[in-house]
């Protein structure tokens, strides 16, 4: 890491302290006597002077010593006041002689060296300025970092729970460690690697680690390092990239995040689109360019792979894409024991068991999972993190921070009690739902007041459309126990509703549940990855539209009623579980099986599964 010294005024007036000893340091060497004229002539009556110079002002001249009478006495210098001079000199043993008076010594000293020390602090501000910020020549040149053979030290065995993008990525190790065995029978390796998938599952991680098993140079570098203000930087830094990896070949040039440069073109008239496309432009053509026999492999990582320039997935550039997804569960317990690796644990923690807790997670969630442990068992004074801390830890995930110090009068606390409890008897009482864990009044985070834990036994990709409503139903629950037992809704429902709304009209626009016919009315454009970005409404009328939010409020409707009769037909259950609630303030999804068994509310008859699925697991808890 370079280090840059930070400048400071002390410097400048050391170096001006400096430079005033040595002027007083030659004065001294040449010190010369300053004496009136009147003792002057006195010393000259008196046979004391031995030589003069004279000059037009000044006469400088050497006493004689006092001793030995010869001319060995200090210096003396005084202002020449007679013009005539020469004939007092004259008539006495007085060595005397005219010259003109020299002044460089003294310009020397008052000029010349000041001078250059300011020019001295002006380069050492120079360099630092350009120390912080690229010069001008250096505007083109590219921000890649650079990672020798024997800097990159991450392997295949530190990246876990993506198997299959390991075994497409080993093609490429041994390409760049053998590749004579590709060029013996005229195969050629693939131009560029396009690794697509959520945040956070390891994209970067991999790309290091192909390099590390390689051991060859890596460039790293985003795509929004190429795009500047200036036009025709980008282009520039794009050339200068490929032209040092040809140089370090065999070696690895890894783009992260590029979508930021490589969005597709035709988009937008300003002139900042206009540097991206023409930083694109330069990429493609580099990517053409080069041959991979040389060893320069292109890797890149994006999350969001449906805005990228058809020109860049062409075979040829980007020919092979790699999805890095979501771990299954077997892929979270490998990547769980790759981090607990790094800490101290005991042996109540069960790794199976936390795998189960956390579907739906990636490596960078249970990174933090297990760091937050490590954490906890240092708060609470132990020498190892148990099981107790892991569970801590992944409802503090989930759900955020525990707010037990949160004063809520009774009357909150009891809506709140009746909320959580509608949630976890509805799930219960119908086929197909998630097991209930955990029900708590204990704030958590932002705006929960109380939370129903649901963990799937299994990890799910498919789920039927009575799956989807007994979802839907198990998320209004809460309202419905709001309504049946105190009367009245508040405004804890909002995070059920809006989760509730967007299963509701998936079924209708995206998976062909409704009544509307079995056509695709969302968008083609939907993020693949980031479900946080909105979704464009697609093509078609205002009636569709209509008709569209008729079958979803149609769907809500029949749901909310369903669990208002199973809440209805339970009642007892609410009454008697809400006060075990507010005493506990915790409850085990066990106690309330416990209790709804005790009572005589088993779960509902099994519903036979429906044809019609989706491709990805809801969540797995439910804050309210």
């Not at 004259?90 to 000041?114: C, H, N, Q, Y």
């Not at 320039?309 to 894409?321: E, N, T, V, Y």
């Not at 790794?351 to 739906?360: V, W």
């Not at 208002?564 to 409850?587: H, N």
Request: aromatic share 6%; hydrophobic share 40%.
């Amino acid at each position: 890491m370079e280090k840059h010294q930070k400048f400071s005024m002390w410097y400048v007036l050391l170096g001006i302290w400096v430079v005033l000893i040595i002027q007083n340091a030659l004065f001294s060497v040449l010190s010369v006597k300053t004496i009136p004229y009147s003792e002057f002539l006195k010393a000259l009556d008196e046979g004391r002077v031995s030589e003069v110079a004279v000059s037009a002002n000044i006469i400088q001249g050497r006493l004689r010593d006092g001793r030995s009478g010869v001319g060995a006495g200090e210096l003396f210098r005084t202002v020449r006041v007679d013009p005539d001079i020469a004939q007092m000199l004259a008539g006495r043993e007085v060595v005397f002689k005219g010259e003109v008076e020299s002044t460089f010594l003294r310009d020397l000293m008052s000029w010349v060296i000041p001078i250059f020390l300011f020019v001295g602090v002006w380069y050492f501000l120079i360099k630092r300025m350009q120390g912080q910020q690229p010069g001008f020549m250096s505007l083109g040149k590219n921000k890649a970092k650079i990672y020798m053979e024997n800097e990159v030290g991450v392997r295949f065995e530190d990246v876990a729970g993506v198997d299959e993008a390991k075994q497409e990525l080993q093609e490429v190790v041994e390409f760049l460690k053998e590749p004579q065995r590709y060029t013996r029978v005229g195969g050629k390796m693939p131009r560029g690697v396009l690794l697509v998938g959520p945040p956070g599952t390891g994209k970067t991680m991999l790309a290091k680690a192909v390099a590390g098993e390689s051991g060859v140079p890596f460039f790293s570098m985003s795509g929004s390092e190429f795009v500047e203000m200036f036009v025709g930087l980008g282009a520039a830094r794009v050339r200068d990239l490929f032209t040092q990896a040809k140089a370090k070949a065999p070696c690895i040039i890894f783009i992260d995040e590029l979508d930021a440069l490589g969005k597709a073109r035709g988009f937008g008239t300003l002139g900042g689109h206009d540097e991206r496309e023409q930083t694109l432009n330069q990429l493609l053509v580099e990517m053409d360019g080069f041959d991979p026999q040389v060893g320069v492999i292109l890797l890149a990582a994006t999350n969001r792979p449906e805005i990228l320039d058809p020109a860049l997935l062409r075979p040829g550039r980007f020919d092979r894409q790699v999805l890095v997804d979501r771990p299954d569960r077997k892929g979270r317990e490998a990547i769980l024991r790759v981090h607990l690796k790094k800490i101290r644990y005991d042996e109540t923690v069960d790794i199976e068991t936390l795998a189960n807790m956390t579907p739906g997670m990636v490596g960078a969630d249970l990174a933090n999972i297990v760091n937050e442990a490590a954490l906890l068992a240092v708060r609470r004074g132990k020498e190892a993190a148990g099981m107790a801390e892991f569970q801590e830890a992944v409802e503090r995930v989930i759900a955020g921070l525990e707010k037990k110090n949160r004063v809520i009068n009774p009357r909150e606390k009891r809506i709140v009690a009746y909320h959580e409890l509608g949630h976890a008897i509805v799930a219960m009482s119908l086929p197909g739902t998630d097991p209930v864990q955990k029900i708590t009044v204990i704030p958590r985070g932002i705006a929960a007041l109380g939370y129903t834990m649901q963990v799937p036994t299994e990890d799910r990709f498919l789920m039927s459309k009575s799956e989807l409503e007994n979802k839907i139903a198990t998320l209004l629950g809460g309202r419905a126990a709001e309504e049946l037992v105190i009367g009245d809704i508040s405004t804890g429902a909002h995070n059920d509703l809006s989760r509730a709304t967007d299963i509701a009209r998936s079924m209708v626009k995206e998976y062909g549940m409704g009544s509307i016919g079995q056509v695709y009315y969302a968008s083609q454009r939907r993020a693949q990855f980031l479900n946080a970005i909105p979704e464009p409404r697609g093509e078609y009328s205002e009636a569709t539209a209509e008709q569209i939010d008729r079958e979803v409020n149609e769907i809500i409707g029949r749901q909310y009623e369903r669990a208002l009769e199973i809440l209805r037909r339970k009642r007892p259950i609410l009454e008697r579980s809400v006060d075990l609630l507010l005493e506990k303030e915790t409850i085990a999804g066990e106690e309330l099986k416990a209790l709804l068994e005790e009572v005589g509310g088993g779960s509902g008859p099994p519903e036979a599964p429906d044809a019609d699925a989706q491709t990805a697991p809801a969540p797995a808890q439910r804050p309210a």
